[in-house]
Every structure is written in structure tokens, then in C-alpha cells.
């Protein structure tokens, strides 16, 4: 089991940044593949961002690469994202989600129906 809780949400101006956590319980959470998803309202959610157990492969989705970066410390079992140069379409309620790996210490997953673990979510908005 892992529990994972999200912070680093808030209200900011276009062009501006946040660094969203995700702190996850559990021995075994380098072994966890970890991505971020959102939903903005009325809209279906939306993957983000992966990254591999090793931290050594990563993926985004188009809108966000050059602006979001994905990173994880296995130490304090938590991975982080990064985001830049905000937009107004950016705003959504993020959530952090974890899968645990038992192949390939590089694989990661886009789908949401591959994790198994989300969080509560946490809120961004960007103000123009």
C-alpha cells in the first residue's frame, strides 16, 4: 500500500512557477513508477508527467515539455514537478499517482488506468 499526498498548489500570474510535492508512504517507493495527472473542470483528467523508479526516464505531455520538469528523490520518497511559464490553461487540480515496476527500472506509464495509487489532489490556478 501507498499512500501519496500532494502540496505546492496555489493561485499565480501567467508566466509564473510552481513546484508541486508529492510525499508517498511505504518501504518500497524507489520501486514506483510515479506520474502526474490533471483535470481541469468539465474536462476529462490528463496526463502530465512520468517518471521511472530509477528516475533515469521521464516523459511529458506536449503542452507542458520545455516547462515542466519531473524529478524524484527515493531517499525521501517524494517526486516533484516543476512547472514554469504558467498559462492560464495550466490551471486544474493536479494529482500525483504511483504504480509499482517490476520489470524495467526505465519504464513508465502515460495511462491513468495503469496506476494504482492517487492522491487527494492539489489546485492551481493561473491568473491572467
Known amino acids: 500500500q501507498v499512500q501519496l499526498v500532494e502540496s505546492g498548489g496555489g493561485l499565480v500570474q501567467v508566466g509564473g512557477s510552481l513546484r508541486l510535492s508529492c510525499a508517498a508512504s511505504g518501504r518500497t517507493f524507489a520501486t514506483y513508477c510515479m506520474g502526474w495527472f490533471r483535470q481541469a473542470p468539465g474536462k476529462e483528467r490528463e496526463f502530465v508527467a512520468t517518471?521511472?523508479?530509477?528516475?533515469?526516464?521521464?516523459y511529458y505531455t506536449d503542452s507542458v515539455k520545455g516547462r515542466f520538469t519531473i524529478s524524484r528523490d527515493n531517499a525521501k520518497n517524494t517526486v516533484h514537478l516543476q512547472m514554469n511559464s504558467l498559462k492560464p490553461e495550466d490551471t486544474a487540480v493536479y494529482y500525483c499517482?504511483?504504480?509499482?515496476?517490476?520489470?524495467?527500472?526505465?519504464?513508465?506509464?502515460?495511462?491513468?488506468?495503469?496506476?494504482?495509487?492517487w492522491g487527494q489532489g492539489t489546485q492551481v490556478t493561473v491568473s491572467s
Open positions: 517518471i521511472s523508479w530509477s528516475g533515469g526516464s521521464t
Open positions: 499517482a504511483a504504480r509499482r515496476v517490476y520489470s524495467s527500472p526505465d519504464h513508465y506509464y502515460t495511462e491513468g488506468t495503469s496506476y494504482n495509487y
